[in-house]
Nanobody
Framework: QVQLVESGGGWVQAGGSLRLSCVASGGTFSSNAMGWFRQAPGKEREFVSSISYGGGATRYADSVKGRFTISRDNAKKLVYLQMHSLKPEDTAVYYC?????????????????WGQGTQVTVSS
């Protein structure tokens, strides 16, 4: 079973940038699609972005398209989420997730393992 640990969250002013990292241990990482989700207080978990096993295919939620970029380094078992032009509405706990499929998916219930989350707070 793959374990995931996120890092890189924090506090930033609106318009700023952060880069989230997710490192995997155990299991088979390079053949799994990966995703980022987020959950704000009082709201349901929502899809942010996903990337295929080789990095050739990516998906983004409309709310982050053009501002966030997902990438991965299979040799280092890392997935990144580069976030620019952050807005207060991006404030949430961000979760890294993986699925035992090579294909991306925006559906949380199609992911098989999750990290513990990292808090991102954007102030206005």
């Amino acid at each position: 079973q793959v374990q995931l640990v996120e890092s890189g969250g924090g506090w930033v002013q609106a318009g700023g940038s952060l880069r989230l990292s997710c490192v995997a241990s155990g299991g088979t990482f390079s053949s799994n699609a990966m995703g980022w989700f987020r959950q704000a207080p009082g709201k349901e978990r929502e899809f942010v972005s996903s990337i295929s096993y080789g990095g050739g295919a990516t998906r983004y939620a409309d709310s982050v398209k053009g501002r966030f970029t997902i990438s991965r380094d299979n040799a280092k078992k890392l997935v990144y989420l580069q976030m620019h032009s952050l807005k207060p509405e991006d404030t949430a706990v961000y979760y890294c997730a993986g699925r035992t499929s090579i294909y991306t998916s925006p559906n949380a219930d199609e992911y098989d393992y999750w990290g513990q989350g990292t808090q991102v707070t954007v102030s206005s």
